[in-house]
């Protein structure tokens, strides 16, 4: 695998230069490859024409490339003012002189045009505060290139357009600045130039103004036009007469989702499109019950639900297949009959274990439908390839025989053939009358799995797609659409 | 406006207000004990136990722990009053070696926490049997040091008016106390410390440099307990293997009753004096009393370290509300 493939990059000074992509792009291993955490395999740095080669993050910032990440990296028990100076403090004959430290991070909170009491511990300040105390000891080692590892995630409005003055007069005294942000919006009101990645290479390049929305999210996620792109929509169902299994009606939570307004009926796949971190797992995981809603009605079988938790939600027959399935499915050490029956052992409880015999039955009848490739079902789960845990994950939920399964990038990291068989199989189980909420990054497997798109930007839903309105490019065209 | 009262102040002002509180009450109380010859036996009498604290408050400022403080002023005891007494060393050489003993056990400990990113509890648990061993091999009988300079140096004494002097163990002790809040408020390796505790990973990518300051930082708990140990020698005029057995219980006690946080980063060298100085209060209080048996040392000091706790949570607490 090769994170990033030949890829040059440039920041002008006095640049916003937004770099763009999904999951997996190569923003990442690009920003470390600059800021010194991995080393370059092939090719060169040049820092005002001067070839570098850092070999750490403080490295690189002796070198004059600072990175601020989306989690403060500053002492919260120690004061604004030391923050910024910290490793650094000016000295004389009787140690630090901590007036010039107060002085010197004034100055540079000054540049940000922040105001605050630079003698109060920076835990005490908001988040927006300390990213900027952040960007101030940046600007205190006198960066010519500032790499901001989206900055925003956890910033309101108001605090997103002191960010953005703070970067805009900064820009004027001609440092060259990298935005990073999954926000399309914010791209558009801050960056003047932008490199968009797609699975390490990159995939466009020109000025923002010259980029339409469309064309952005077409390079981020739309894939190069193929001939499956017309295929046969399955009529629909007819079982959507019968009362939705589950109904949301304006979902909110805080930093999650907002206005998120959709049902599902028996036999149906609802899609869940949108771009990184517009709330498409968050959405999922409040239909499971992972989190509290903040305000909303959630109905299961036309009845209103309170406190919905997930084992409400397992009550009621939902199935759950999270995005990261090592970290949060599969168990690694266990075998892939222990995996498969799992869920349907802690549903009985522990003290009525299921016989051996018919563990094995269960997971053997699992292993040959969903043709799960190993050579034994006693085989650790580990060994297995990514789509085959992929498959046994699934094996897990529909042993209990579920009514809705949640699949959350059920295809994510496993190979063509394994994707089309995940595929197939919702098709199939959808026939029989199982209902689906599936998320996908890629677009193409939405439109041909889903009758039913819930579109998502920012953490928002913004439309409902149905039937023959469910194509690519309309989905594209959804998500780039300007908010208001 | 500077506000005097602010949440990170907190804990030392709860901390002056105990030890006031209780020097205030036992002075009302007891006959005698607002002299200052007992004010300045609190300084000798504790010079050991402060010593050690002061070092072990660098480590706990990191978030570490070090257990080997009290089997170290057994070692350097032994090792002086052995070095000294049986082999007839100059006692100032002596003390170097027992100073070079502690600041190579401190490297070890330092070493293994930075490079391998072992627990502290546990290699400084290494280290406690490590020392209390080698103790023990040295002599398992307690030695009586009779060397005309050491004992000169027991009863070596500053004058000062009022009846009170000051020892030798308690001008090192305030000097190891001023050096200390120096090095811990204006110094780049004092901040580090501090920063560390706020959190090891960013202090990383602060570019501080953290293995080295950590190695530091368990050398001079190292060398401050072997001073301890060296001070206790000359304290009691003795040397004995398992002198200080516990001893790092009361650090400990004495550090977090002074406000340090056991998680690290929040504290002070001040903090630590005066957390000293109210162990010191309560033990001297319960001499005076004369009725009660010194155990009741220990029942106060716990439950004092218990409502101590609870406030600093409670501290923790309301300041992750501000914040969130």
Redesign the interface.
């Known amino acids: 695998m090769v994170a990033l493939d030949q890829v040059d990059f440039t920041v002008q000074p006095g640049e916003v230069h937004a770099l763009m992509g999904e999951n997996g792009a190569g923003k990442s291993t690009l920003i470390k490859v600059m800021t010194g955490v991995y080393p370059a395999d092939k090719g060169s740095i040049r820092l005002a024409g001067q070839e570098i080669c850092p070999t750490s993050p403080s490295d690189a910032t002796r070198l004059g490339i600072s990175t601020v990440y989306q989690e403060v990296n500053l002492a919260p028990n120690l004061s604004v003012a030391e923050n910024i100076c910290l490793g650094r403090e000016p000295k004389g004959w009787s140690g630090i002189r901590w007036r010039e430290v107060r002085k010197r991070a004034d100055q540079a909170l000054a540049r940000l045009s922040v105001s605050i009491d630079t003698g109060r511990a920076l835990g005490s300040y908001s988040v927006a505060i300390q990213q900027m105390a952040a960007i101030a000891r940046a600007l205190d080692v006198q960066a010519k290139v500032l790499v901001l590892d989206e900055p925003t995630s956890s910033l309101d409005a108001a605090e997103v357009q002191q960010l953005f003055e703070a970067i805009n007069r900064l820009k004027a005294e001609g440092m060259g600045i990298v935005f990073v942000t999954h926000f399309l919006d914010q791209v558009y009101a801050i960056s003047d130039w932008m490199t968009i990645l797609r699975n390490g290479r990159k995939v466009a390049e020109g000025a923002t103004k010259d980029i339409t929305r469309t064309d952005l999210v077409k390079h981020m996620i739309g894939r190069e036009m193929s001939s499956d792109e017309a295929h046969p929509k399955a009529p629909e169902s007819s079982a959507l007469q019968s009362p939705p299994l589950l109904t949301a009606q304006s979902l909110n939570r805080k930093g999650a989702i907002t206005n998120l307004d959709v049902s599902i009926g028996a036999g149906e796949v609802l899609g869940l499109a949108g771009l990184l971190g517009s709330g498409r797992s968050e959405s999922v995981r409040l239909f499971f019950g992972c989190d509290r809603l903040d305000s909303g009605k959630l109905e299961v079988d036309g009845k209103g639900v309170h406190g919905w938790s997930s084992s409400d939600a397992i009550r009621a027959g939902f199935g759950y297949c999270p995005e990261d399935r090592k970290t949060s499915g599969i168990v690694p050490e266990l075998s892939v009959r222990e995996n498969i029956v799992l869920v349907l052992q802690s549903r009985r409880g522990w003290l009525r274990s299921i016989p051996r015999k018919r563990q094995a039955d269960l997971a053997q009848r699992m292993v040959a439908q969903l043709n799960i490739a190993t050579t034994d079902i006693e085989k650790p789960v580990q060994f297995l390839s990514g789509g085959n845990q992929q498959k046994a994950l699934l094996a897990r939920w529909l042993l209990t025989e579920p009514r809705l399964l949640l699949l959350d990038e059920p295809t994510r990291g496993i190979d063509v053939g394994a994707k089309q068989e995940i595929m197939n199989l919702v098709e199939d189980l959808r026939g029989k009358g199982m209902s689906f909420v599936f998320v996908s990054s890629e677009l193409a497997e939405v439109v041909r799995t889903c009758r039913k798109v819930a579109v998502l930007r920012d953490r928002r839903m913004v439309e409902t797609l149905t039937g023959s309105e469910i194509t690519e490019e309309r989905i594209m065209a959804t998500i780039a659409e300007v908010s208001h | 406006m ?1 506000r005097l009262i ?3 102040r907190l804990p030392i002002l709860a901390t002056s207000i105990v030890c006031l509180g209780l020097y205030l009450l036992s002075g009302f109380n007891f006959e005698g004990f607002f002299s200052l010859r007992v004010a300045f036996n609190f300084l000798t009498d504790n010079a050991f136990l402060g010593i050690i604290a002061v070092g072990l408050t660098f480590v706990i400022l990191t978030g570490g722990i070090d257990l080997s403080v009290g089997a170290m002023v057994g070692l350097s005891g032994i090792l002086v009053a052995f070095l000294v007494d049986s082999k007839h060393w100059n006692p100032i050489a002596a003390m170097a070696i027992a100073l070079g003993c502690g600041a190579v056990l401190g490297l070890m400990h330092g070493y293994l926490i930075a490079k391998f990113e072992l627990a502290p509890f546990l290699v400084t648990l290494a280290g406690l049997f490590l020392c209390r061993g080698l103790a023990l091999w040295i002599s398992k009988a307690s030695i009586q040091i009779k060397d005309p300079l050491m004992t000169d140096m027991a009863s070596f004494h500053v004058g000062l008016p009022g009846g009170a002097s000051l020892s030798l163990s308690s001008i090192l002790f305030i000097a190891v106390l001023l050096i200390a809040i ?1 090095a811990s ?4 390796f004092g ?2 410390v ?2 560390i ?3 090891k ?8 440099r953290v293995p080295q300051t950590l190695i530091l930082v368990y050398m001079l708990s190292g060398v401050c307990s072997a001073l301890g140990g060296i001070v206790f020698a000359i304290y009691t005029s003795s040397g004995n293997a398992i002198g200080g057995t516990g001893m790092e219980l009361d650090a400990i006690a004495a550090v977090v009753v002074g406000g340090t946080l056991l998680s690290g ?2 504290g002070s060298i001040l903090g630590t004096f005066l957390g000293v100085l109210i162990l010191a209060i309560i033990q001297t209080a319960i001499t005076f009393q004369g009725t009660l048996s010194s155990w009741w040392t220990k029942i106060a000091i716990g439950t004092l370290l218990l409502i101590f706790m609870l406030m600093q949570r409670g501290i923790v607490k309301a ?1 992750e509300r ?2 969130a």
């Open positions: 500077k602010t949440r990170e120096y408020r204006q110094t780049t901040r580090a501090f920063a505790g706020g959190g990973q960013s202090a990383v990518l602060m570019g501080l980063g929040y300041t501000t914040t």
